[in-house]
């Protein structure tokens, strides 16, 4: 049977069980989940809505009662992507500082849509985090390891950056960030035009019946227009 190997700098290690898990998890309501590289027009669509239940990653660590070496919590899970994260840790593993984990508000996801999580989208448990992109969404988690040293796994370290100054993020991964590069973090405004499609053609005069979604972090976006000519003139859209 599944369990959740929570060892490191604790006061209280232990293992916990799916069935305790799951009496404790309560309703997070939906949230989007997108890959951190849905940013290309000709894939645009790498990107859901569910509902989710589960467990704050901050109640499961206030229990296991970190020392006072403990900076970080590793959250590791079976989640092989091509890379192993580091030496004996297999799968996707990230570090998250234990000063900022209530504010990023990350959850251990025990039902999606009301019933236990489908194989591919991380069962028994997996990481949510609302408002941040996928690739810290880690799927069939293992461990929670509380540390005390910085973390140079693959997908921490190499994945998914960019030049400093160039992503606009409302919520900083500090510990992460190098004099060239940061992570991405939370999803930045997006939108997607869903009709007409593209290359799709009309008769002049013709009514057209634009639709699409708008779509962010969770900070919430206060208006969305369309432009029919370039971005030159742009118009509410209903």
């Not at 990653?57 to 192993?84: C, F, M, N, W």
């Not at 998250?96 to 251990?108: G, I, M, S, Y």
Request: net charge neutral.
């Amino acid at each position: 049977p599944w369990t959740l190997e929570c060892s490191g700098l604790l006061a209280q290690p232990t293992t916990l069980k799916l069935d305790a898990l799951t009496a404790r998890a309560r309703k997070m309501g939906p949230h989007l989940f997108e890959c951190s590289g849905n940013a290309n027009p000709s894939n645009f669509g790498l990107m859901s809505v569910a509902e989710w239940d589960g467990i704050p990653l901050t109640e499961v660590v206030q229990r296991l009662k970190p020392t006072k070496e403990a900076t970080g919590v590793l959250v590791s899970g079976y989640d092989h992507i091509g890379q192993v994260s580091q030496r004996s840790i297999v799968g996707a593993s990230w570090v998250f500082p234990l000063e900022t984990l209530a504010k990023l508000n990350p959850h251990l996801a025990i039902r999606m849509n009301g019933a236990p999580l489908p194989h591919y989208n991380g069962f028994p448990a997996r990481l949510v985090i609302p408002g941040w992109t996928a690739t810290y969404w880690v799927k069939h988690l293992t461990s929670i390891r509380a540390v005390s040293k910085p973390f140079d796994g693959f997908w921490m370290k190499g994945a998914y950056r960019i030049p400093n100054g160039m992503f606009p993020a409302q919520q900083r991964f500090l510990s992460q960030e190098t004099d060239v590069n940061t992570p991405i973090t939370e999803m930045v405004v997006n939108s997607l035009i869903v009709t007409p499609n593209e290359g799709q053609r009309f008769t002049a005069g013709q009514a057209v019946n634009v639709t699409g979604i708008a779509w962010d972090g969770g900070f919430g976006i206060r208006s969305v227009q369309v432009s029919t000519d370039g971005g030159t003139t742009w118009n509410d859209a209903i």
